[in-house]
């Protein structure tokens, strides 16, 4: 009896597990690497390529937070859901974390020789957008085995979708079917923030807060 029931329980969790791994975003994802500051500005840069991937409708994959240790030559890469919930996130926008976008959709939506780097323009030497050149951005896509195989420029197309037809403009340049994952060396400095997506995500950020040893400490950003 409690063998069968087990074994119902087995079969289910299969079908459950395999609906839900096989779920991918015919919108499209988009990636970046919080590559500039700590954490305060690594949270503006979330914030504000949440709003860009609502934009798009496109899946905001959720990067690890980039940590410096004294001393140390290369950047630490924390999982998102190291501090923050990702389930209340998910109310606001489609979200997922690297480590699951790696794991899930990779395979599928970002095989190895599709890897391009998204840049506004070239960075670094040479001509590309070098998306691993320096601490951290080559210890952040190391975190997870990526490496670009070429360089996309996007400019003169940009963040700001709040006065301009920019969602439009980037959907038709990179429609989804062609461009499935959009990743970025960084991301979304330029936008400017709605007051209200600061607050709105700041205030529900900070309950948010889940890990032990940061409960009763007060977040700045
Ligand atoms: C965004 O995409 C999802 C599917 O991924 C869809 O269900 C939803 O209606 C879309 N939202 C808008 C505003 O188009």
Known sequence: MLNSVMYTLFVLFNILQSVFSTDLDPLGYIAYCPCMGRFGNQADHFLGALGFAKGLNRTLV????????YGE?????????TYFKVEPLKEYHKVITM????K????????????????YMPRGDGSG????????FGPFWDTYSVNFVSSEFYGPLHYDFYQTDMAKQWKQKY???KWPVLAFTGCCQEMKL????????????MNYLEHSSYKGTKLAI
């Open 62 to 69: 959720l990067p690890a937070w980039v940590e410096y240790r």
């Open 73 to 81: 030559h290369r950047s630490i890469q924390i999982p998102f859901d």
């Open 99 to 102: 480590e699951e976008f790696m």
């Open 104 to 119: 899930e959709v990779a395979p599928y939506e970002w095989p190895e020789d599709k890897r391009v780097s998204f840049c």
């Open 129 to 136: 957008c070098n998306a691993k050149e320096g601490n951290p």
């Open 175 to 177: 429609p989804p079917e």
């Open 194 to 205: 709605m007051n209200y997506m600061h607050s709105l995500l700041l205030t529900t950020a």
